[in-house]
T-cell receptor, first 114, second 112 residues
């Protein structure tokens, strides 16, 4: 398995533009998580899905952020409109069902909003 | 919700010495405590974890201890090597479909 795949690896955009981050979880994993990492706040959970259903989106900063998981193999995190304070590394992670709690992280998307 | 505090934020040790990172958690329902290592520019990766029915777990040079009464757990790295240099995150999670809450991270530098 190739692991959790995120795209793009780097994204540079201008303030006000729409940004879409993509994630493909590991096949067979039924939980998917979106994290944001900054120096100030560390690893923050934005939202997570279980069996494609959003379970907890309390970490989504504001209405500018939205996430979808239309099927078990794909998820998107969208920011519209983007702002400079959204600049961060965004990680997607997945987890298998059952008692195994281990999170498998993707390589992350480095987002810079100018 | 769960709150995880981690100390110290930075730690420098000489190669061969031991390193200890400490975390506290607030939710008594948490029963799973993983540790993740993140090398510079890389993704976090699980290095060791412990469940609440165990007080200590070892894996070669790393060990984790858990004190449920005091709600704290620690990571111990012995005989540190330069490749141990990274940011280490502790985390806590209750059972069921609950989220993992991470600490703020400890940047460990092992000086050759």
């Amino acid at each position: 398995d190739a692991g959790v795949i995120q795209s793009p690896r780097h994204e540079v955009t201008e303030m006000g533009q729409e940004v879409t981050l993509r994630c493909k979880p590991i096949s067979g994993h039924n939980s998917l998580f979106w994290y944001r990492q900054t120096m100030m706040r560390g690893l923050e959970l934005l939202i997570y899905f279980n069996n494609n259903v959003p379970i907890d989106d309390s970490g989504m900063p504001e209405d500018r952020f939205s996430a979808k998981m239309p099927n078990a193999s794909f998820s998107t995190l969208k920011i519209q409109p983007s702002e400079p304070r959204d600049s961060a590394v965004y990680f997607c992670a997945s987890r298998s069902p059952g008692d195994n709690e281990k999170l498998f992280f993707g390589s992350g998307t480095q987002l810079s909003v100018l | 919700g769960e709150n995880v505090e981690q100390h110290p934020s930075t730690l420098s040790v000489q190669e061969g010495d031991s390193a200890v990172i400490k975390c506290t958690y607030s939710d008594s329902a948490s029963n799973y405590f993983p540790w993740y290592k993140q090398e510079l520019g890389k993704r976090p990766q699980l290095i060791i974890d412990i469940r609440s029915n165990v007080g200590e777990k070892k894996d070669q040079r790393i060990a984790v201890t858990l004190n449920k009464t005091a709600k704290h757990f620690s990571l111990h790295i012995t005989e540190t090597q330069p490749e141990d240099s990274a940011v280490y995150f502790c985390a806590a999670k209750p059972g069921g479909y609950q989220k993992v809450t991470f600490g703020t991270g400890t940047k460990l530098q092992v000086i050759p």
